[in-house]
């Protein structure tokens, strides 16, 4: 199975802030790569699939880069609404792994 | 509006079984893969089956795998997963998922449903 290692695992930051978290594979997914938001008590919400294209209704301060094992999702400009558990997440298969999570939190 | 809604959980004791369904709306249900997802309490997200659009293709991930499984009738729009011998460990919310991509049954998920809590406790 491809491993996916997120970090970091938490991240405090304040509102303005730029934010960057990264996922890491153990071997190469091409840009099979996307990224979700959960917030506590509901589902998993897509922001960014194929690792860079963003999906319709996400807000534009939300982007994602990357290819092969190394990827980042970044936050231009954090918002209240942000504050999260943000997760990635491979398929270059079938059988399809998450990262850990990176919870944002108010600083 | 493409929607998705789990039903089925619930409290089973150990060694027990339960049959999860996912009823899924605003879309064609049969052109599209489903897959299963899991969140015990506190932790993080794990794939646990996917079924391709026509229901003869079938995955699992190596924690369930002759344990669970996964079918859907394209004719009702519902997924279903089977859970036999069940595990304190199995104790998780559950969620189906659409899963949209370049290639069939690889992909993204989206939308997701609101999941369905199952604990397994005596």
């Known amino acids: 199975d491809i491993q996916m290692t997120q970090s970091p695992s938490t991240l405090s930051a304040s509102v303005g802030d730029r934010v960057t978290i990264t996922c890491r594979a153990s071997?190469?997914?091409?840009?099979?790569l996307a990224w979700y938001q959960q917030k506590p008590g509901k589902a998993p919400n897509l922001l960014i699939y194929?690792?860079?294209s963003l999906e319709s209704g996400v807000p534009s301060r939300f982007s994602g880069s990357g290819s092969g094992t190394e990827f980042t999702l970044t936050i231009s400009s954090l918002q209240p609404d942000d504050f999260a558990t943000y997760y990635c997440q491979q398929y270059n298969s079938y059988w399809t792994t998450f990262g850990g999570g990176t919870k944002v939190e108010i600083k | 509006e493409v929607n998705l809604w789990e039903s089925g959980g619930g409290l089973v004791q150990p060694g027990g079984s339960l049959r999860l369904s996912c009823a899924a709306s605003?879309?064609?249900?049969?052109?599209?893969?489903m897959s299963w997802v899991r969140q015990a309490p506190g932790k993080g997200l794990e794939w646990v089956s996917g079924?391709?659009?026509?229901?003869?293709?079938?995955y699992y991930a190596d924690s369930v795998k002759g344990q669970f499984t996964i079918s859907r009738d394209n004719s009702r729009s519902t997924l279903y997963l089977q859970m036999n011998s069940l595990r304190a460990e199995d104790t998780a919310i559950y969620y189906c998922?659409?899963?949209?991509?370049?290639?069939?049954?690889?992909?993204?998920?989206?939308?997701w449903g609101q999941g369905t809590l199952v604990t397994v406790s005596s």
């Open positions: 079924v391709s659009g026509s229901g003869i293709n079938t």
């Open positions: 998922a659409r899963v949209t991509g370049a290639a069939p049954g690889i992909g993204w998920f989206d939308p």
């Open positions: 071997q190469s997914i091409s840009s099979w």
């Open positions: 605003g879309f064609t249900f049969s052109t599209y893969a």
């Open positions: 194929d690792a860079s």
